[in-house]
């Protein structure tokens, strides 16, 4: 079983800077690519940054220059640091990881967090 928790969203100013942390816990064989999305209401969900166990990060263009994705593989968690924040940025952020588990070879599966929400308004 693998859990994902996210944590760190809230309500900030255009401008103004949030961090967000996920943690994913619980038994695998193996664990691969760490990402954010985020889904506004109305909207589909969107990839926001995906990095992989070699750090090896790719972003949405939209986030280009503006959020910066990190990885700590020993304690198995992903940070998005969100800078200059606008409000298009609005919306539930969610992390999933990529996780081989079962048993011989396993499967890999994607394991998804319950989201936190973020918004940016004055």
């Known amino acids: 079983q693998v859990q994902v928790v996210e944590s760190g969203g809230g309500l900030v100013q255009p401008g103004g800077s949030l961090r967000l942390s996920c943690a994913a816990s619980?038994?695998?064989?193996?664990?691969?690519?760490m990402g954010w999305y985020r889904q506004a209401p109305g909207k589909e969900r969107e990839h926001v940054a995906t990095?992989?166990?070699?750090?090896?990060?790719t972003y949405a263009d939209s986030v280009k220059d503006r959020f910066t994705m990190s990885r700590d593989n020993y304690k198995n968690m992903v940070y998005l640091q969100m800078n200059n924040l606008n409000p298009e940025d609005t919306a539930v952020y969610y992390c999933?990881?990529?996780?081989?588990?079962?048993?011989?070879?396993?499967?890999?599966?994607?394991?998804w967090g319950l989201g936190t929400q973020v918004t940016v308004s004055s």
């Open positions: 999933g990881a990529r996780c081989r588990t079962g048993k011989g070879w396993g499967v890999w599966s994607n394991y």
């Open positions: 619980g038994s695998w064989i193996d664990i691969g690519p």
């Open positions: 990095t992989t166990y070699g750090g090896d990060t």
